[in-house]
């Protein structure tokens, strides 16, 4: 049945990316860990004024970022997948992506706050995620909601905006096994 809902999946979704098919099914392997870059926001970086907690001084999702979460959230749901958890950073635009996903109250944790532009240690943040990472259930599934930094220090891939970076744990950390980038 995984196999058959995995072909399915590749032949009606978009490509992500250089015609690689979006593979979901990837989602629904025991312990498979999705790290989501939050959907867009248009700018870079957040203002000099940034407050945690105020998204008046933050860098927030536009219109086409809403829309890009909901789908992506649509998508998943509709391929049947369900996740034992879903944490999200505290940063505004991460949060509503979350919530726009709609697959279950997102849990916000600190560890996965942005340290872009020195607003925090990246090794601490990093080291922070994967303490937290480690404490799953052996085989739970789970969706973080992040940033391209906190991202691209847990696994070398630079994501874009709303695209899942998949990985499972291993003794040497997290090992990549696949990305999905749904067309915004």
């Not at 025991?30 to 957040?46: E, F, K, S, V, Y």
């Not at 933050?58 to 996740?83: D, S, T």
């Not at 992506?97 to 916000?108: I, M, S």
Request: glycine fraction near 10%; charged fraction near 20%; include cysteine.
């Amino acid at each position: 049945m995984r196999l058959l809902r995995a072909l399915v999946l590749c032949l009606i979704l978009p490509t992500a990316g250089a015609a690689q098919p979006v593979d979901l099914s990837l989602l629904d392997a025991p312990g498979a860990i999705g790290l989501m870059r939050h959907a867009r926001a248009p700018g870079t970086g957040d203002p000099a004024d940034f407050r945690l907690g105020d998204c008046s001084t933050q860098r927030n999702l536009g219109a086409a970022g809403r829309a890009q979460a909901r789908k992506v959230g649509e998508a998943i749901r509709e391929a049947g997948l369900r996740f034992d958890h879903v944490w999200t950073s505290q940063w505004c635009r991460s949060a509503e992506t979350a919530r726009l996903l709609g697959l279950g109250t997102p849990e916000e944790i600190p560890a996965l706050n942005s340290f872009f532009a020195g607003r925090g240690d990246p090794q601490a943040r990093t080291r922070q995620s994967l303490v937290r990472i480690a404490t799953l259930p052996e085989g739970s599934r789970a969706l973080l909601v992040s940033h391209f930094v906190n991202i691209r220090a847990l696994t070398g891939v630079g994501p874009r905006s709303g695209e899942i970076v998949v990985v499972e744990r291993s003794p040497e950390g997290l090992r990549v096994t696949g990305r999905i980038l749904l067309a915004p």
